[in-house]
Nanobody
Framework: QVQLVESGGGLVQAGGSLRLSCVASGRTFSGDGMGWFRQAPGKEREFVAAISSSGGSTSYADSVKGRFTISRDNAKNTVYLQMNSLKPEDTAVYYC?????????????????WGQGTPVTVSS
């Protein structure tokens, strides 16, 4: 059974940092692109960051560029999202996803495995 399990969410003050982790199990994802998405209350799910299978190429939403960093450790079947300089508008449930393709992609339709999400709340 393929599973993606996120952790590391929580409550943080504006300006603070969090590091999200996503551990994949059931098969290796070293050949797949991985991504992070988020969904705030009352809003649609949106792209946050993506990384290629090798980790050599990344992509970010404009709203997080320069503040968030996506990385992966294929030996641990794990992808990370380092979030710095957090803002109240970053408050959302964050989802990890594995794509069907090896390159980085921001299109939700390219992803076929999703985690259950981890909540992040940034207080002002």
């Amino acid at each position: 059974q393929v599973q993606l399990v996120e952790s590391g969410g929580g409550l943080v003050q504006a300006g603070g940092s969090l590091r999200l982790s996503c551990v994949a199990s059931g098969r290796t994802f070293s050949g797949d692109g991985m991504g992070w998405f988020r969904q705030a209350p009352g809003k649609e799910r949106e792209f946050v960051a993506a990384i290629s299978s090798s980790g050599g190429s990344t992509s970010y939403a404009d709203s997080v560029k320069g503040r968030f960093t996506i990385s992966r450790d294929n030996a641990k079947n794990t992808v990370y999202l380092q979030m710095n300089s957090l803002k109240p508008e970053d408050t959302a449930v964050y989802y990890c996803a594995a794509s069907r393709v090896p390159y980085r992609t921001r299109h939700p339709g390219d992803y076929n495995y999703w985690g259950q999400g981890t909540p992040v709340t940034v207080s002002s």
